[in-house]
């Protein structure tokens, strides 16, 4: 497995992370860790910016907090310091909920491209399938 192409990009484009790409990175997963570095590499460089939901940071939170191992959430909120953080406000809840409704998403998944969609980001970063088929809201993943 390669990593992603973030060819076609404007200088200074905003990318919204989904959790399971920032958890790769964070926590050096065998394969996947590879192929989304350069998106943290691009943002590390000043190339693009990047987002993350509060939704989000709640989900990478989880599972270092659970374990105890507070070494690891640090690495996480360091690391999402410098990212600009979109809160679930009712217009992102509303159009999530539009976006469950018309391509019958889970809700998580709803939260993320809504917010995509709601601040302009030039695309939503995911590992996820499930964001295949909206329409007006760039992909960059795996599949």
């Known amino acids: 497995m390669g990593s992603l192409s973030l060819s076609g990009l404007r200088e200074h484009a905003l990318l919204l992370v989904d959790s399971p790409p920032i958890i790769y990175v964070i926590e050096g997963h065998q394969r996947l860790a590879a192929v989304f570095a350069p998106v943290f590499a691009a943002h590390a460089s000043g190339r693009v910016g990047l987002a993350v939901t509060t939704m989000a940071i709640a989900e990478v939170l989880t599972g270092p907090l659970r374990a105890g ?15 600009y953080v979109v809160d679930l406000d009712a217009d992102i809840a509303e159009r999530a909920a539009r976006l469950r ?36 809201l760039r992909i960059i993943g795996t599949n």
């Open 69 to 83: 191992n507070e070494a690891l959430a640090e690495r996480y909120r360091i690391t999402l310091n410098s990212w």
């Open 101 to 136: 409704a018309t391509y019958r998403l889970k809700l998580g998944d709803a939260v993320q491209a809504a917010s995509a969609i709601a601040i302009n980001a030039d695309a939503l970063v995911t590992h996820d399938r499930d964001f295949a088929a909206i329409t007006g």
